[in-house]
């Protein structure tokens, strides 16, 4: 992991827990005078506490050590408001029906924050089809049948590009991965599409509403 859990952060879950020093000392089987030292940061708890303490605080080993009590506040499953998490070292691209804790290539994963975007249909008039392939992360799309035709005005170079493009509905995501030196666009099945995406490596995440 790429942190430890600090003194602060234990002091933190266990008071929220309406907890005493002595309480949690004596549900992991050690002394309060431990629990006190962590807490003041004269001392770390053993790895081999990880596990029972963040059983005791009530989160999971993750959150333990991340410092933050996470709940999924979608619990009526809707996917239209679903998070995406994007590892900086690998890639992986993780979605979920709300947020989570999610740990790729040793790191804790922030969600990702989308910034609007315009869409642009493909029968838009030419002066504001030339005004949309000035803006980067402008996402354009056209019906194809039952398909929506995306594509996103951006470079797609080695070192600046688009990841991927998803298009989410209300019962699931539809995602392609893209590559550099490649096309930003992809194909989508329009049933009950909610809001587009795309992911730039350099800027992060953009939406557009249907």
Same mark, same amino acid.
């Given at each position: 992991m790429?942190?430890y859990?600090?003194?602060?952060v234990?002091?933190?879950?266990?008071?929220?827990?309406k907890?005493?020093q002595? /309480?949690?000392?004596?549900?992991?089987?050690?002394?309060?005078?431990?629990?006190?030292?962590? !807490?003041?940061?004269?001392?770390?708890?053993d790895?081999?506490?990880? *596990?029972?303490?963040a /059983?005791?605080?009530?989160?999971?080993v993750?959150?333990?050590?991340?410092?933050?009590?996470?709940?999924?506040g979608n619990?009526?499953?809707?996917?239209?408001?679903?998070?995406?998490? +994007?590892?900086?070292?690998?890639?992986? +691209?993780?979605?979920?029906?709300?947020?989570?804790?999610?740990?790729?290539?040793?790191?804790?994963?922030p969600?990702? !924050?989308? *910034?609007?975007?315009?869409?642009?249909?493909?029968?838009? %008039?030419?002066?504001?089809?030339?005004?949309?392939?000035?803006?980067?992360?402008?996402?354009?799309? !056209?019906? +194809? *049948?039952? /398909?929506?035709? +995306?594509?996103?005005?951006?470079?797609?170079?080695?070192?600046?590009?688009?990841?991927?493009?998803?298009?989410?509905?209300?019962?699931?995501?539809?995602?392609?991965?893209?590559?550099?030196?490649?096309?930003? /666009?992809?194909?989508?099945?329009?049933?009950?599409?909610k809001?587009?995406?795309?992911?730039?490596?350099?800027?992060?995440?953009?939406?557009? %509403?249907?």
């Amino acid at each position: 992991m790429n942190k430890y859990v600090t003194g602060a952060v234990i002091r933190k879950l266990r008071e929220n827990k309406k907890m005493t020093q002595e /309480e949690l000392a004596d549900i992991i089987h050690v002394s309060s005078k431990a629990v006190s030292k962590w !807490e003041t940061g004269n001392g770390f708890p053993d790895i081999s506490l990880l *596990e029972p303490l963040a /059983e005791a605080l009530g989160i999971s080993v993750i959150e333990l050590l991340s410092g933050e009590d996470i709940r999924n506040g979608n619990r009526a499953f809707n996917m239209a408001k679903c998070v995406f998490y +994007v590892c900086p070292i690998c890639g992986n +691209v993780v979605t979920a029906s709300g947020e989570a804790v999610v740990s790729c290539c040793g790191i804790t994963l922030p969600p990702q !924050e989308a *910034e609007q975007a315009d869409v642009v249909p493909a029968d838009a %008039s030419q002066t504001i089809q030339k005004e949309a392939a000035d803006v980067e992360h402008m996402i354009k799309m !056209e019906i +194809v *049948e039952d /398909e929506y035709y +995306v594509t996103v005005e951006h470079s797609m170079t080695k070192d600046h590009y688009i990841s991927f493009v998803a298009a989410v509905s209300d019962f699931g995501v539809q995602l392609v991965k893209l590559y550099p030196e490649g096309s930003a /666009e992809a194909r989508f099945k329009t049933d009950r599409v909610k809001r587009l995406y795309a992911y730039c490596n350099c800027h992060g995440l953009f939406r557009a %509403s249907r």
